[in-house]
């Protein structure tokens, strides 16, 4: 069975609670409230910009060229479709982008981008790709029950739009791809080390829009 199968069937109950979670049940019927849509795209804002080092390093890790090109393909879309998509929402909420400049990472935001650069720096190319992949197909699969569900003026169209496109697909069938064919080049140990990333990133995919919900603070400041 091919890594990625394998790994979702894994995750599968799990990937099942992220497609009910409150933040996007919400966001489908048009209903989220926008302060919580705007906690989530400032923290997404801040996101992206270690998502996006972490795949240019999955970019100099990888075996050949293609790879190479699927990897800092994405590592430049990160920064650039998505600084679009959240500068249209910045403007229709009234954000300031020296208010992103100054905001600081959620405890779950910092959690989840400090374990991808961890892997960035202290892994091999099969286990960070394996940590990368449900960034991109977790966010596929929510795009499209949500553009089945939601209507043409649903508020967040421009969102639904973005990871429902059939180019958003495609990327995650090239990373799906590369995911697989490491897991073929990879010995049991690296393997399991991949399937471990896997339910990790996953993890921190439900606790990402969990944390949204919640507008998660840090508990302690000084
Ligand atoms: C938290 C998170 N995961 C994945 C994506 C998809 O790129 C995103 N924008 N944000």
């Known amino acids: 069975m091919a890594f990625s199968t394998d790994a979702w069937q894994r995750n599968a109950r799990l990937i099942d609670t992220i497609q009910e979670m409150d933040f996007n049940r919400a966001l489908s019927a048009g209903t989220l409230e926008r302060d919580v849509f705007k906690y989530y795209v400032i923290q997404d804002s801040l996101y992206l910009a270690g998502y996006a080092r972490a795949l240019a390093a999955a970019g100099v890790?990888?075996?050949d060229s293609e790879a190479m090109l699927t990897f800092t393909g994405s590592a430049q879309e990160a920064i650039q479709v998505e600084r679009a998509l959240h500068a249209s929402y910045f403007e229709k909420f009234g954000i300031d982008p020296a208010q992103v400049?100054?905001?600081e990472p959620s405890p779950t935001c910092l959690a989840y981008t400090s374990y991808m650069l961890g892997l960035a720096e202290t892994a091999g190319?099969?286990?960070l790709v394996a940590a990368i992949l449900p960034c991109f197909w977790v966010y596929?699969?929510?795009g499209k029950r949500i553009d089945a569900e939601a209507g043409p003026d649903n508020p967040y169209?421009?969102?639904i739009d973005t990871y429902a496109d059939e180019s958003f697909g495609e990327a995650v069938q090239a990373v799906i791809r590369h995911v697989d064919r490491a897991a073929e080049a990879a010995g049991p140990d690296t393997v399991a080390a991949m399937h471990h990333a896997f339910m990790r990133s996953t993890q921190y995919e439900w606790m990402f829009w969990d944390a949204a919900w919640r507008r998660e603070d840090w508990p302690v400041k000084p």
Request: hydrophobic residues 55%.
């Open 61 to 63: 890790k990888a075996p």
């Open 101 to 103: 400049q100054a905001a």
């Open 125 to 127: 190319y099969a286990e």
């Open 140 to 142: 596929w699969e929510v």
């Open 157 to 159: 169209r421009a969102w």
